[in-house]
């Protein structure tokens, strides 16, 4: 018997099937490559598109690979460069070779997405001040993850305006594990920002609403911190001037921990829309508050076993006292008395009961 022929493989397939799996891993994209010429384009494309670094050794031979296929270049839109600095001795002679190979990436042109790890993270304003093209910048991270632990690198960044008119174009902020420093403005800006992260910062002087300065508005501010104390001060400024649309607070420890946002002074918050709260003592009073100065908000979620609001108090709350815009509520399922203690069956269903009459929907995690 003869043997089918093989179906011929059409090449307009392979972005489709890139695009099926936003995880490919790349050695995975390595294989593909050596498919045929078509596989390599594509997945050349995905493994140059934002190219991640773990090591100056990594970040030498990443820059050598740049350095000798330019046709490579157009290809970066961003990098990840977290360098370790290991005790080995081939590391340790690193020195003016990686600095320089290391300026050689920060300063390529059209780099979209920045973030910078590792020993990167240490007085991360240094490597700022190097990018060759900021004003194509339009996401960092600075992330001190990788040095939480280490007794001898304080992950760290110095913020002040100069960085305001470097990266003009900049929509979203991130910054994990650092000490930060803000220099109090000598004159008036706007960032261009859409979104700021402050995930477990540390505020060393300055205050959040210097850096954010005139700004007239964000579509979301995340704040993740080990107390609700160290971002209860820091928070209301900007949300008294700045009109934020997403609010996000959460506190990372079991430890009791009271929030200084939600106060009878507060401005009322006319722009927002959603508000995260998780880890955060919420009693009664804090949610009459809420309901009083967030009267346009549409999504409510308060999470966490800090929560002292019984399920009787939640239906007054979503019957008189909520906003009549609201329209998707998370609840944390439970009373902190203390302890901590689940509701009952009967408990939720009234619950669920009185969302359903004031056609709110309930983020059941049951």
């Given amino acids: 018997m003869s043997s089918q022929p093989r179906s011929h493989f059409v090449n307009d397939l392979i972005p489709l099937i890139l695009e099926g ?28 598109a934002v190219p991640s670094v773990h090591s100056f050794r990594a970040c030498s031979r990443l820059a050598r690979t740049l350095s000798e296929n330019p046709a490579l270049l157009s290809l970066v839109k961003g990098v990840e460069l977290r360098p370790m600095v290991d005790c080995t001795p081939e590391d340790q002679r690193l ?44 996401a960092l991270h600075i992330d001190g993850s990788l040095l939480v632990e280490s007794l001898s690198y304080r992950p760290s960044l110095e913020w002040d305006e ?11 902020l991130c910054l994990t594990n650092i000490e930060l420093d803000i220099t109090f403005p000598s ?19 300055g205050h959040i609403s210097h850096l954010v300065n005139e700004t007239p508005s964000l579509e979301r501010l995340c704040i ?34 009271y929030s200084v946002v939600f106060a009878d002074d507060l401005p009322h918050l006319l722009s927002l829309r959603c508000l995260h709260l998780t880890g955060i003592q919420v009693d009664v009073e804090i949610l009459t508050l809420i309901g009083q100065k967030c009267r346009n908000l549409e999504e409510l979620s308060v999470l966490g076993r800090m929560v002292r609001v019984l399920p009787r108090e939640w239906i007054t709350f979503m019957k ?36 359903a009459l004031y056609d709110i929907m309930h983020q059941c995690p049951f």
């Avoid at 799996?21 to 995905?46: F, G, Y």
């Avoid at 990436?105 to 990018?131: M, N, P, T, Y």
């Avoid at 100069?162 to 979203?172: R, Y």
């Fill in 21 to 48: 799996d936003e995880h490919w891993w790349p050695r995975d994209l390595l294989r593909l490559a050596q498919v045929s010429s078509a596989w390599l384009v594509h997945a050349r494309r995905r493994l140059f």
């Fill in 95 to 138: 020195g003016a070779n990686a600095m320089a190979d290391l300026k050689f990436i920060l300063q390529l042109e059209g780099l979209e997405v920045i973030v910078l790890g590792g020993h990167l993270a240490v007085k991360a304003e240094r490597f700022l001040h190097s990018l060759g093209d900021p004003q194509s910048v339009r």
């Fill in 162 to 172: 100069s960085f305001v008119f470097k990266l003009a174009n900049m929509n979203k």
């Fill in 187 to 205: 004159i008036s800006y706007q960032l261009q920002l859409s979104e700021l992260v402050l995930d477990n910062v540390t505020i060393v002087s």
């Fill in 224 to 257: 993740r911190s080990q107390t609700a104390s160290d971002f209860g001060e820091q928070c209301q400024p900007v949300l008294a001037s700045c009109a934020v649309q997403t609010l996000e607070l959460e506190v990372q420890t079991d430890l009791p921990s």
């Fill in 320 to 355: 008189a006292g909520s906003p009549s815009s609201l329209r998707s509520i998370g609840l944390p399922w439970g009373t902190y008395h203390p302890p901590f203690a689940q509701w009952c069956c009967a408990a939720r269903d009234s619950v669920f009961e009185a969302a």
